[in-house]
């Protein structure tokens, strides 16, 4: 040290170097994980949502079944893409994405709140729309008009980007005088109306607290109140916060949401800038060609309870919250890049909470972003977990809600929720929309999960648990957030409803004494049509129908498929020409169908069932989506058959989704298959005769053709369904047998009647 060191700085120095020595050779601390807590038993009683594509939760849920895309560019009432936009990813000051998710108009009552229409201009929307999902939230939970502990019922919500639009204008106002001194109250006088003027509802009409607070205080509640900032994982945070509240019986009902309407210049910019924007404006999450993510508004709410408190008091109850884990990152490279140890932490909490094993569970709800980064880190994380708990190969469904509506930010967790709480309700695997090709990196047919691109029944033969799913949220900063849910099975199995309440299309049926009479009828509806009624054609449908009860047999009759008002009036127009037109008896594959008398109205109806070689893969999808008594159909041949299969019969006719030709190919091979072809044919048959008598259309007499004579037998009562199935197998077991063994096969000829003799006496 050159002469310039003390003794006791040198010996000040000595001491820390020994000491830095001392701690990087000892052990690293081992932190344990404390005990689990005890499984959580928070029910879902109510949710409504107002979201890109869908302003309630019905057309939410229609649209997931029907893949709808909800992501559109810009809207120009919005604010005009053009001026900010540039191809670059690196133009300075420019966003090179003009995409995103947008909600629709939303009609808003002040009065329905007790608000004076005059303090609406100086509160931001995203308030108002809280107010409003909340209310619908209420009302669906059947506590609009009902009493409920208010004293003791809380509001939680995860917010985000509120507050910018009317603080744009407040601090562009504020900063006039600064800028351009005595030329400002010119200035703000030729302005106008672009500039919020300040009132005394201003400063808590931008807070992003207040959105809580003012729930509270429209509703009256007297619980806790406040929002939640954990970026995109807010409202699963805030999911996170409201089962503890409930766990802790601080209160007794949680109303949790998300809220956030940021989609301004300003958010386009700060995501082009960390690049994450996908450039053709779509969450292809866990594809291939995933490049970043299309940003969204969007509000969702759930009211929350203690799932003994919602029996109590006879709720509906769409699914049961049994864990809810958090963690963070710890420190990492970035603040904003995900880290797969965290989300791990994160699942191993919930699922430790939960008292069950990630294995048992059949869907996840990812965060699924749809970027590089984040889909690899949270499959990696997903994987590990499952694979540590022994989970099965591909068992798994997995997918994104973001794939539909783009990533709502803050209100993305509770948005996922309400999707898989509804998929727990109705029993169904949602599908995920932008999935071409599987992102190789993560190696999916060899884990344990497959991304579902179909709506799909379902399926869950075995009653030892309930059907189970998860739900993850991340946010910058490394907030990880994952929530555990089960299936609830403590209502009644008997209470059946069809999974959709909007379908594609309608049937609409008439019926009159004369042809002069239909018409007349056909004039007047396509008036009413025409002249912008707003009746659901769901509605209209049903009453037509039992109108056309009423009529009796005779007279001629008018059936139409149709999908909107304008088909509906587009093909009664069409079929007015066609009765003008004489005839007694048409149909085209418009969906029109017209005869000048009802088709057997003394005759009797009889089911003819198939034989081997119609079968399909994925034939009664849609059906056994749609209605309990297909799905329950496939259930029990999975259980009748479980001992002959060795795997669910199911998973030949309903397979995981695959992304080529030859892998379709290798899946109908399967089916196809004598052994499996037979009970598969036999189960789909009896749960469309299932469907058929639930509907009141009942045969008088049945036949079959080869194999369908065995149905055909079980549908007139003469062998059991169970049998039936039993049967089916042992067939398909025995032709197999004799096909390997090369002492039997079958064949298929075509030949006239003449021809065949010679053909069957032939000495091969």
Request: hydrophobic letters at 40%; a negative charge; glycine letters at 8%.
């Amino acid at each position: 040290r050159d002469g310039l060191c003390t003794l006791a700085e040198l010996h000040e120095e000595v001491s820390a170097e020994s000491t830095r020595r001392l701690r990087s050779s000892a052990r690293p601390a081992v932190v344990a994980e404390p005990p689990s807590p005890s499984p959580a038993a928070v029910a879902i009683v109510g949710m409504a949502c107002i979201l890109p594509g869908a302003p309630d939760l019905k057309t939410f849920w229609s649209n997931i079944l029907n893949k709808v895309d909800a992501i559109t560019e810009v809207p120009s009432d919005r604010w005009d893409w053009r001026r900010y936009f540039d191809t670059s990813r690196s133009a300075r000051d420019k966003i090179y994405s003009r995409w995103g998710g947008f909600i629709d108009e939303v009609a808003f009552d002040p009065a329905d709140f007790g608000m004076p229409p005059s303090s609406l201009r100086s509160i931001e929307p995203f308030q108002l729309l809280a107010l409003a999902v909340v209310r619908s939230a209420l009302e669906d939970a059947g506590y609009l008009d009902r009493p409920f502990p208010r004293e003791r019922t809380s509001v939680i919500l995860g917010a985000g980007g509120g507050g910018a639009d009317l603080t744009a204008g407040y601090m562009v106002r504020s900063s006039l005088p600064s800028l351009f001194n005595g030329e400002a109250a010119a200035l703000v006088e030729q302005l106008g109306d672009s500039l919020p003027e300040w009132t005394e509802d201003s400063f808590p009409g931008i807070l992003m607290n207040v959105a809580a607070g003012r729930v509270a205080n429209r509703f009256n509640l007297g619980g806790v109140n406040y929002t939640v900032d954990a970026a995109c994982a807010s409202s699963l945070a805030a999911i996170y916060l409201a089962v503890r509240d409930l766990e802790a019986r601080t209160s007794d009902v949680a109303i949790v949401g998300g809220v956030d309407a940021i989609q301004n210049p300003f958010a386009f910019l700060c995501f082009s800038k960390t690049q994450a924007l996908s450039p053709n404006g779509r969450c292809r999450s866990f594809d291939a060609e995933g490049d970043g993510i299309a940003i969204s508004e969007g509000f969702a709410a759930v009211i929350l309870k203690r799932l003994e408190d919602a029996e109590r008091d006879g709720d509906r109850i769409y699914a049961v919250i049994r864990g809810a884990g958090g963690s963070s990152d710890g420190r990492d490279r970035g603040l904003t890049a995900p880290r797969p140890e965290g989300q791990v932490r994160a699942l191993r909490r919930a699922y430790a909470q939960a008292g069950y094993s990630p294995a048992t569970v059949e869907l996840i709800e990812a965060h699924g972003t749809g970027t590089v980064a984040g889909d690899q880190a949270e499959i990696k994380a997903l994987t590990t977990f499952f694979r540590e708990a022994g989970a099965a190969r591909q068992g798994c469904a997995i997918g994104s809600i973001k794939s539909m509506i783009g990533h709502t930010k803050a209100t993305a967790g509770v948005a996922g929720l309400i999707k898989t709480a509804l998929a727990l309700s109705h029993r169904v695997l949602p599908p995920t929309l932008g999935v071409d090709r599987p992102n190789p990196k993560a190696n999916f047919p060899e884990s344990p999960f497959h991304v579902n691109t179909e709506p799909r029944p379902w399926i869950h033969a075995e009653r030892t648990a309930p059907r189970r799913a998860g739900v993850s949220a991340f946010g910058f900063g490394g907030s990880n957030f994952h929530i555990t849910l089960e299936e609830y099975t403590g209502g009644f199995l008997s209470d059946r409803r069809a999974t959709r309440t909007i379908w594609p299309a309608d049937l609409f049926l008439w019926r009159s004494r004369s042809r002069a009479m239909l018409l007349d009828t056909i004039s007047r509806l396509v008036e009413v049509l025409t002249s912008g009624c707003r009746l659901p054609l769901a509605d209209l449908a049903y009453a037509l129908a039992r109108a056309a009860e009423g009529m009796g047999d005779g007279g001629p009759s008018l059936a139409v498929v149709a999908a909107t008002s304008e088909d509906l009036v587009e093909k009664l127009n069409a079929a007015s020409d066609l009765l003008r037109g004489g005839g007694e008896r048409h149909h085209d594959s418009r969906g029109i169908h017209f005869a000048e008398r009802p088709l057997a109205v003394d005759g009797q109806i009889a089911f003819l069932f198939p034989g081997q070689g119609s079968q399909y893969v994925n034939m009664t999808r849609d059906l056994a989506v749609a209605f309990d008594e297909v799905r329950e159909c496939f259930e029990q041949a999975d259980l009748t058959l479980a001992a002959e299969l060795k795997r669910p019969l199911s998973r030949w006719i309903f397979p995981p989704p695959v992304f080529n030709s030859e892998d379709e190919k290798q899946l109908q091979i399967a089916l196809t298959e004598t052994h499996i072809a037979q009970p598969a044919l036999a189960a789909t048959d009896m749960a469309v005769l299932r469907l058929l008598v639930r509907m009141g259309i009942e045969p008088d007499m049945t036949a079959g053709h080869s194999f369908g004579e065995f149905v055909a037998l079980s549908a007139a009562g003469c062998i059991s369904e169970h049998d039936l199935l039993e049967i089916a197998a042992a067939r398909g077991r025995f032709i197999r047998e004799c096909t390997t063994d090369e002492s039997g096969t079958m064949a298929a000829v075509f030949a006239s009647p003449e021809d065949l003799p010679p053909l069957l006496l032939t000495n091969p």
